[in-house]
């Protein structure tokens, strides 16, 4: 089967699954904020869903809310301490008020690919932040990886000056405000269903995210192009709160858990391949793609790596130490 073909009939049998939801099954609402298609989070959570329906039927029943159609990611993590959602996979950036120590993940130029990520995030040191908001309520169950970060803007971006004094949509993190502060940029925090319509409206003039979100949400439409400075990671964490996980009987979540655990593997061995299909689809569609050579490339890391010494504190000395050592 091609991707397409496998995404369509993972979105049919989803539709399915959930009329099929049965009485007296334990139902777990998934929400999350991307699109599905050529996504890495919409493809794994629709995965997912699939199997916890078909291999947990007449126990459990999942149900998987996309596209911010349940809640945006700021009140996901409330209502699932509320009981109103039992599964969300927000992006490590939207965890500022949960912990500090993720803020590792926003520093720019700290991972230089997903490989990098993978063997962190597998580290002692990244299953120790795993468990990290136990405490909060909240149990960290599994990393699922999107990719590294692209600048766009409403004018070419080739060299850092060239996003001075423009206004850009950034996640909810301190770090990735002062990452836009350290070009001389305006950050605004901003919910991620409504930068297209700010991009379009010019209330920002430009972002940064992964190509499958830029193709996902359209951002080539309303941008002069996309300049490809993979300056940051964006990966997710999903998340259950640890009452709800509680709740499950021992079998129930040690089978809940094993499928999790399974899609994990499987669709972050895929990462590279979804997000080169999407920046390709970005291409197809007509959007622009900027390459910097490394001497421009080199000039983004001057202005923007600094940055991290603000947060070291936050992040323990310790802990970059460990993602270097891995990057290096
Ligand atoms: C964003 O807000 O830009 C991302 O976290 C969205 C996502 O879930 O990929």
Not at 115 to 122: I, L, P, T
Not at 305 to 316: L, M, R, S
Request: hydrophobic share 45%.
């Amino acid at each position: 089967l091609t991707t397409a073909a496998t995404a369509l009939a993972l979105a049919v049998t989803a539709q399915t699954a959930f009329a099929a939801c049965d009485d007296g099954e334990i139902v777990i609402k998934f929400a999350h904020v991307t699109n599905t298609d050529k996504h890495p989070k919409g493809i794994a959570a629709s995965l997912l869903e699939k199997r916890v329906n078909e291999e947990m039927n007449g126990v459990a029943c999942m149900e998987v809310f996309p596209n911010s159609t349940l809640y945006d990611d700021d009140k996901v993590l409330e209502a699932m301490l509320q009981g109103d959602v039992q599964l969300a996979a927000p992006s490590l950036s939207k965890f500022e008020t949960f912990t500090k120590q993720f803020r590792i993940y926003d520093l720019p130029f700290m991972f230089k690919n997903m490989e990098a990520v993978d063997a962190f995030q597998s580290s002692d040191a990244g299953q120790k932040m795993m468990s990290s908001m136990e405490k909060r309520g909240l149990a960290g169950l599994a990393f699922w990886h999107n990719g590294l970060k692209q600048f766009s803007a409403n004018k070419p971006l080739i060299m850092p000056e060239d996003a001075k004094g423009l206004k850009f949509r950034v996640q909810p993190s301190d770090v990735l405000v002062a990452q836009m502060e350290a070009l001389g940029a305006s950050p605004q925090k901003m919910a991620f269903s409504e930068v297209y319509g700010a991009l379009q409206q010019g209330v920002v003039d430009g972002q940064e995210n992964t190509w499958s979100n830029v193709l996902g949400q359209k951002y080539y439409e309303v941008q002069d192009g996309t300049t490809e400075t993979n300056h940051g990671v964006l990966d997710y964490l999903v998340v259950a709160s640890v009452d709800w996980l509680d709740s499950l009987k021992p079998e129930v979540r040690e089978q809940f858990l094993t499928i999790l655990s399974e899609v994990t593997a499987e669709r972050n061995a895929a990462i590279n391949e979804v997000d080169m299909e999407a920046r390709q689809g970005v291409l197809d569609a007509g959007g622009v793609i900027r390459e910097l050579t490394p001497e421009q490339r080199e000039a983004w890391v001057t202005v923007m790596k600094p940055v991290w010494e603000k947060f070291t504190d936050d992040v323990g000395q310790d802990n970059i130490d460990a993602a270097q050592a891995i990057n290096a």
